[in-house]
């Protein structure tokens, strides 16, 4: 090896460790926290005493509720919205161009911006009130911009010869998006709702202003109920001697980011991914 | 139009007229006239950017869906006008075949079944229908056993046998070649080649081609392309013999020779 590739290899160690390390650190720190409370129990028991003791089962079902919803409206808006981007509209035309600059001021807004715009429209204007609809409404049109842009780049990537080929045979269109244009891409679509999944899990300030911050367990989509995101804010802030909790709670968090990740990789796994054209 | 049709007893000759192919202000060709007669299969021979592949690409108006494309001039099969037939019937009587194997990921039973399936043949015809465009491609001793596996697991040869099999798979009686062995190894190429000189008499062929040997083996009739300008046009159109051995335009005869192209 030439003396100076080594040093190359060396010194790319350094961007490599630069990021591991506050990885690594930011993980030992909560668990050095969170450990002492972390148990089976922890998971399954609701909190009690402002969040004091207990677990955070309830909070753990909010999240999954507000999730729910949140996915439920953003996976199909935003794959629609980005079929019609990749099938209808030529790159570079004037649509594109301004339907990209829309896109990109909404990715680009503020989350707090969405939580008040979340509270007077979902909450006070179609009397939703503070509400897991609330929350999960107003979380998807937060992630919604991420998951077009990256549903889109997922499908104008699918190769322009299989299109020739199915133009060719006259396929119908929605036999061609069926058959090969959504199968192809749902590598890059999962990337999308994982990506939609991370921002929507780690969100706090939206679900502040509609979700609330009601401790119990919501007996439907239309109670208040507090996302993990929130109990980690509130515990750390407001409540005196629940940095414990907070910590505990996080990893927990991060857990269930990686787990999701997995999950969503796992079942889009296609019979015939690896063979790229 | 359901259950296929069983391939009429003689293909239609296919007749082009003044076909233009413009792109924007760009002309790709320009008044181009030529006839195939039935069952015969003619090589489109000429220098690249004379507008061969346009002009395939003209005939089954694959040309309609390109931003900007203009055509215009008729095309005939047999006394048919093919502007009037609406686009899918057009295409499933005029198949066409890429440069490029280009069949979908899907697997390779799968690659014969989805257009069969688009086309309304009932789902218990559409094995039988599959197998005989496999046989008919000699493709199907080497893939019976495979037939579940990925059609992107084939070599290039056979995956070009594949896509001509789902051309073929929907009956149709003119098939539009666009230099269908030069993404090919030698092998595989010879392969296709010996294929299609064999689909000669039960379908009308046009086959653009860069490979004048292989449009001296195989067509009956040469029609040569050149650049007149910006713009490509026909120069020569006539028998393959005649093309090669008494050709009756000095670009023909300087392009078949070898000296120009």
């Keep these: 090896m030439h003396r100076s590739d080594r040093w190359a290899a060396v010194l790319g160690l350094i961007p490599w460790l630069l990021v591991v390390a506050p990885l690594t650190m930011m993980l030992a720190a909560l668990w050095q926290q969170g450990q002492g409370v972390l148990s089976l129990a922890f998971l399954l028991e609701d909190p009690s005493r402002a969040g ?77 009130g503070f509400s897991i609809l609330s929350g999960g409404l107003a979380l998807s049109l937060m992630v919604l911009p991420l998951m077009i842009r990256s549903a889109e780049q997922a499908l104008r990537g699918v190769p322009l010869s299989y299109r020739r080929a199915a133009e060719a045979l006259a396929v119908s269109r929605w036999g061609w998006v069926r058959r090969v244009l959504l199968p192809n891409a749902a590598s890059g679509i999962a990337v999308g709702v994982i990506l939609s999944v991370g921002r929507a899990l780690a969100e706090t300030a939206v679900l502040l202003f ?47 980011l990686v787990l999701i990740n997995l999950l969503i990789r796992r079942l889009v796994r296609r019979p015939f991914s690896g063979v790229v054209r | 139009m359901n259950i296929l049709p069983e391939a009429a007893a003689s293909p239609p000759s296919l007749t082009l007229e003044g076909v233009s192919v413009r792109y924007g202000e760009r002309v790709a060709i320009q008044g181009a006239n030529l006839s195939v007669a039935s069952g015969e299969l003619m090589a ?25 494309c203009r055509v215009s001039g008729s095309v005939h099969l047999d006394h048919q006008d093919a502007g009037a037939l609406d686009r899918a019937s057009l295409r499933r009587q005029v198949g066409m075949v890429f440069q490029q194997p280009n069949p979908f990921p899907l697997s390779v039973i799968d690659n014969l079944r989805f257009p069969l399936s688009e086309h309304g043949v009932p789902r218990r015809q559409r094995d039988a229908l599959a197998e005989r465009a496999l046989r008919d491609v000699g493709l199907w001793d080497e893939v019976k056993d495979r037939l579940a596996q990925s059609a992107l697991s084939l070599s290039g040869g056979q995956q070009q046998r594949l896509c001509i099999a789902r051309t073929l798979v929907l009956a149709p009686r003119v098939l539009l070649l666009d230099e269908p062995c030069s993404a090919l190894d030698p092998v595989s190429s010879r392969v296709v080649e010996e294929l299609i000189g064999s689909l000669k008499g039960r379908y009308t062929l046009l086959m653009v081609t860069h490979n004048l040997a292989q449009a001296r083996r ?44």
Excluded at chain 1, 70 to 90: I, N, Q
Excluded at chain 1, 221 to 234: E, Q
Excluded at chain 2, 238 to 257: K, L
Aim: net charge negative; proline share 5%.
């Design chain 2, 44 to 68: 489109l021979v000429g220098p690249s950017g004379c507008g061969k592949t346009s002009l395939l690409s003209a005939i089954n108006r694959m040309a309609d869906g390109l931003p900007g």
């Design chain 2, 218 to 261: 195989l067509a009956d009739t040469v029609t040569v392309c050149w650049v007149d300008g910006e713009c490509g046009c026909v120069v020569e159109s006539n028998t393959c013999e005649q093309v090669f051995q008494a050709p009756a335009h000095p670009i023909t005869a300087a392009y078949c020779g070898g000296e120009v192209g």
């Design chain 1, 210 to 256: 509609t979700a609330g911050y009601v401790l119990r367990r919501p007996d439907s989509v239309f109670d208040s109920g507090r996302a993990l995101s929130v109990h980690i804010y509130d515990m750390a802030m407001n409540v005196p001697g629940g940095t414990e909790r907070a910590a505990a709670t996080a990893l927990v968090l991060v857990a269930l």
């Design chain 1, 52 to 128: 004091r003791a207990g677990g955070i089962a309830s909070l753990l079902l909010s999240t999954g509720w507000i999730l729910a919803v949140c996915l439920a409206v953003a996976v199909p808006v935003g794959l629609g919205c980005a079929l019609f981007l990749s099938e209808e509209v030529r790159p570079g035309s004037a649509t594109d161009r301004r339907l990209g600059f829309a896109l990109d001021l909404l990715a680009a807004t503020p989350s707090v911006v969405f939580g008040l715009f979340g509270y007077q429209f979902f909450a006070i204007t179609l009397g939703l």
